[in-house]
T-cell receptor, first 113, second 112 residues
């Protein structure tokens, strides 16, 4: 079956613009995670969904970042008023639920000019 | 605050040799310790994982050694092959919490 897919694979935007990053989890996976990976660093947790609700959003850096998962499947990470420091690879992962392996997508590389 | 420290940052090993990557943690609430392998342009993929009730876990050429008292764990890759060239991340996860905390990564290069 298909793995986690993320679109777009690359996104270039200008400082101050709004962006949306999409994640399609593995079919049947109820848990979905967003991580951010800066150059030369390990992934950093942003937010975790169980079903439609955000079970843990403690990693979101500030209120410019927001994520939704309205139907418990596809998720969108939204970043308002982008800053150059937001440039990174945004990774999405999904799992069967609590305590199960997290499967990662290929990521969206965001570049803020 | 870096909760999981990983070393070395980069490692070059000859084909057939043993690659060793080390990690240390501070948070005693961590109870799940996975290792991920990442190729350029791809997301991390789970390689092998251990829980603190055992001191060692082996899967094929990959072994995790775990020292609970020292709060350290390491990945050993036996008979390293050029296809093992990738970036490796250790990670840790607390009991009852889905948040993975990753190390900074080790770029491994296996030379012929």
């Amino acid at each position: 079956g298909a793995g986690v897919s993320q679109t777009p694979s690359n996104k270039v935007t200008e400082k101050g613009k709004y962006v949306e990053l999409r994640c399609d989890p593995i079919s049947g996976h109820t848990a979905l995670y967003w991580y951010r990976q800066s150059l030369g660093q390990g992934p950093e947790f942003l937010i975790y969904f169980q079903g439609t609700g955000a079970a843990d959003d403690s990693g979101l850096p500030n209120d410019r970042f927001f994520a939704v998962r309205p139907e418990g499947s596809v998720s969108t990470l939204k970043i308002q008023r982008t800053e150059r420091g937001d440039s990174a690879v945004y990774l999405c992962a999904s799992s069967l639920g609590t305590g199960h392996e997290q499967f990662f997508g290929p990521g969206t590389r965001l570049t803020v000019l | 605050q870096q909760q999981v420290k990983q070393s070395p940052q980069s490692l070059i090993v000859q084909k057939g040799g043993i690659s060793i990557i080390n990690c240390a943690y501070e948070n005693t609430a961590f109870d799940y310790f996975p290792w991920y392998q990442q190729f350029p342009g791809k997301g991390p993929a789970l390689l092998i994982a251990i829980r603190p009730d055992v001191s060692e876990k082996k899967e094929g050429r990959f072994t995790i050694s775990f020292n609970k008292s020292a709060k350290q764990f390491s990945l050993h890759i036996m008979d390293s092959q050029p296809g093992d060239s990738a970036t490796y991340f250790c990670a840790a996860q607390p009991f009852g919490n889905e948040k993975l905390t990753f190390g900074t990564g080790t770029r491994l290069t296996i030379i012929p």
